[in-house]
């Protein structure tokens, strides 16, 4: 008799990060980038998952190596994010670990704030010429795409694409 594991983060099919939607089955890669979209770190859960709930675990997950002895770097100098990520929580992570960041506010958020009037609180700070980087995120997601398995995702075990996409990843870096 088989017995089906639930791995963290799980989902679908036991824990393999297979999501369900009209199309089928599907997965979301969540991933911070740097310069030359250099993949940083790695997350992959389920389609249907929010992309907010896994901005942290995104987050904890960067480990820069320094070029001298040292532990290596964990905080990044700052944070471009979308509007998925305009949230109370993602901010007040943001705040705590003293990471600038720009994320644009929500429609309903800033009408919501303005309704309340002074009780509202100040609008969060919005940089729009960091904003403008952001696009290295979305263009290293098209550059992992472009490799077959990444973007077809025939395996169904999500360690094995984890690596397949580590492995991608890998290589962009190096080619850059």
Known sequence: MDRAV????GGGAAGEALGRSRGGHTTKIHLSAKGYCRVLSLVVTPGQRADCTQFEPVMDKIRVPRMTTGRPRTT???VSADKAYSNRRTRRYLRRRAIRHAIPEKADQAANRRKRGSAGGRPPGFDKERYKKRNVVERAINKLKNYRTVATRYDKRVY?????????ALIIWLRS
């Not at 639930?6 to 983060?9: A, E, I, M, W």
């Open 76 to 78: 990044p100098d700052s």
């Open 6 to 9: 639930q791995l963290p983060g």
């Open 160 to 168: 094995v694409f984890l690596g397949t996409v580590t492995v991608a």
